[in-house]
């Protein structure tokens, strides 16, 4: 609102049709995490809830920025989806050697 963009300009902003604009704004729908990336970019923050301070809040994090879900995150390091989610909700932790991929993964992920 502040920027006073027309829901077209929003929706070519974030690669979506206008339809889908609306739909978010009246609460109709919400957004497929593969657009999470150009919503992310468009507001100039991360509009979720996620504890920087931990290990499965980074995950997350850097899986919102770029758009992954559990699944596709978990086909890049090479585990389960499922796998994933337990490390987001701090119900398990990655073995050592994915701890060491991890951060590489994880270098600059930050509030």
């Known amino acids: 609102m502040q920027l006073?963009?027309?829901q077209?300009?929003?929706?070519?902003i974030c690669g979506?049709?206008?339809d889908c604009i609306t739909n978010w704004e009246r609460n109709r729908s919400v957004p497929q995490v593969?657009?999470?990336?150009?919503i992310i970019k468009f507001l100039e923050y991360l509009p979720f809830d996620v504890n920087f301070a931990t290990l499965g809040g980074k995950i997350k994090a850097y899986?919102?920025?770029n758009g992954f879900s559990q699944k596709k995150l978990g086909e890049i390091v090479g585990i389960d989806g499922g796998t994933i989610c337990s490390w987001e909700l701090g119900e398990?932790?990655?073995h050592k050697k994915m701890l060491k991929k991890l951060d590489v993964m994880l270098q600059?992920?930050?509030d």
């Open 108 to 110: 600059g992920i930050e």
């Open 4 to 6: 006073r963009l027309l």
């Open 34 to 38: 593969q657009f999470f990336p150009q």
């Open 63 to 65: 899986r919102l920025m």
């Open 8 to 12: 077209k300009e929003v929706a070519r």
């Open 92 to 94: 398990n932790q990655p």
């Open 16 to 18: 979506v049709t206008e």
